[in-house]
């Protein structure tokens, strides 16, 4: 790391430059991001997906959320680098820490690339206010890591309209007949990865855990541009973009293409990065069509999402089964467990890969909210404590993301409470009822509030969007605490995962996918909606302290189990439907 941020910081005294912002997005601003752009990672050993690096001349610092605090201050330990905890008091932003260790007139330097248009405007603003300028054209790293991995160069493929149930033609013309601010017609920039896969009903293998592929779409009224590399389709793919009224063009003309067009473009500015954005001659930088239709699932995607929950709950329930017994006998990592889970999910058909790094933590580990396993941090587990378990399969039918937390011996009185806890939290808000015109943030709080009366709290969003056979994470909608202005709409799905961290000892988690459905016409101002459970894995109730819920959560955590052992029990041997009997019975 010494000698990566003293090759940096020769090629910031040649241009003049006192500092060099490495976000962890890449041109398409992505959570995940191809080994090409893995840049923050790079230079500063921190591989989350979420992380901000600041180096100057003589420091060096990381922004990231509290998914990643203990990781980052374990791969920091012993390096320059300082980890800024965000959203924990005291933490300054990184303009109020350039502002405290430059002096006045430094020039600050970014990619434009690899930087959104509107965080480039907000850092331009805050930079002018403190006497710092900014330079947006400043793109070290070719130059500096000699190894850098190339863009990928594997193949598209075509998701049948089977599993999508429209098609790529009748999406770019809903997407052309929303595209109307202030009643002029405009045409739209994508550059969003999965935004781009659902529009043409593409998918890829760019990207780890996310079937997604490296491209720009610019759909204009008459026309609609895919630019990627070609050596990536494949003849069949050209065929069926031909007949979809969909063109091609190289990845490295969208530059050129962006500056020499007249029109108006919808490039929504938080997902745009600056250097296109800013080639564009009439931007509307407002939100894009795309990501509010593809989060409406259609029924074909709805009832792909209920098979694949399916399947998935199969290989879980296998898997489950298999677990407390391998523990028992010894000889078993945190690593071996993750093999094991793949290896299940992997016999089920229509599986094409987990949906993330599965998060495998026992003991102290299941406090590291996004611990992934590895040679180095692999540990035995035992038949005593917790195990925090969150996974995910990719099927071409659909994606699923479940946690449980699973006892595997004696547990502590504190252990068994925090397990109650984080399950009360998470049963009230999966039997909510709410009217139309509700937003994920005012809900959230029906999560948190059991922890909050014992003075506890996570930091990390209540929950998220899933895609169809598309990324895990899928917004705009969420369950957080800070305001996101995404109505919850029939359709939809959602992740419900409330937990407890408890450092040095365990964590606790339990999560749900779940669909936004219909509920009731409401006997005053409009309709109802609630959620149905996708997710189909039971939930072990030997760390319950029953006591700790009500009459109607308990009702509703045994109904759950009994739909849980109603559905998959038909698809297991007599002796996985004991099993699950004994596992979902009554509390």
Known sequence: MTDKLTLLRQLMAKNKIQAFIVPSTDPHLGEYVPDHWQCRAWISGFGGSAGTAVITTDKAALWTDSRYFLCAEQVFRGTEFQLMKEKIQGTPSITEWLTAVLPEHSVVAIDGWTSSFSEVEELKKGFDAVGLSLLTDFAPFDEIWTDRPQLPLTPVFVQDIRYTGMSAHDKIAAIRQSAVVNGVEADVFVSTLDDIAWTLNLRGSDVEYNPVFVSYLLITRTDAILYINKDKLTDEVCEYLKGEGVSVKDYADVATDLAQHHSPIIAESAKTNYAC????????????????????????????????????????VKWLKWLLPAVESGGQTEMSLSRKLHQLRSEQPLFMGES?????????????????????????????????????????????????????????????????LVLKGWIDLARVHFPHGTYGSQLDVLARAPMWESGTNYLHGTGHGVGSFLCVHEGPHQFRMNY????????????????IYIEGSHGVRHENTMLVVEDQQGRTFGPYYRFEPLTLVPVFTS?????????????????YQQRVYDTLAPHLDAEHQQWLRKVTSAI
């Open 356 to 420: 993330f790094a599965t998060i495998m933590g026992y003991g102290a580990h299941g406090a590291d909210i996004h611990y992934e396993p590895t040679d180095e941090s692999d540990i035995p587990v035992h038949a005593e404590g917790l195990l925090l378990c969150d996974s995910g399969g990719q099927y071409v039918d659909g994606t699923t993301d479940v946690t449980r937390t699973i006892p595997l011996g004696p547990l502590t009185d504190e252990m068994r409470t925090d397990y109650t």
């Open 543 to 559: 760390p319950i302290i029953t006591e700790m819920l009500d009459r109607d959560e308990i009702k509703w955590f045994n109904d």
């Open 484 to 499: 996101m202005p995404q109505l919850l709409l029939p359709g939809m799905t959602i992740t419900d995962e409330p937990g």
């Open 277 to 316: 954005a800013s080639r564009i001659s009439q931007p509307l930088l407002v939100t894009c069509p795309v990501a509010g239709m593809k989060i409406m699932k259609t029924s074909v995607e709805i009832a792909g999402y209920r098979s694949a929950m399916l399947r998935d709950g199969i290989a879980m």
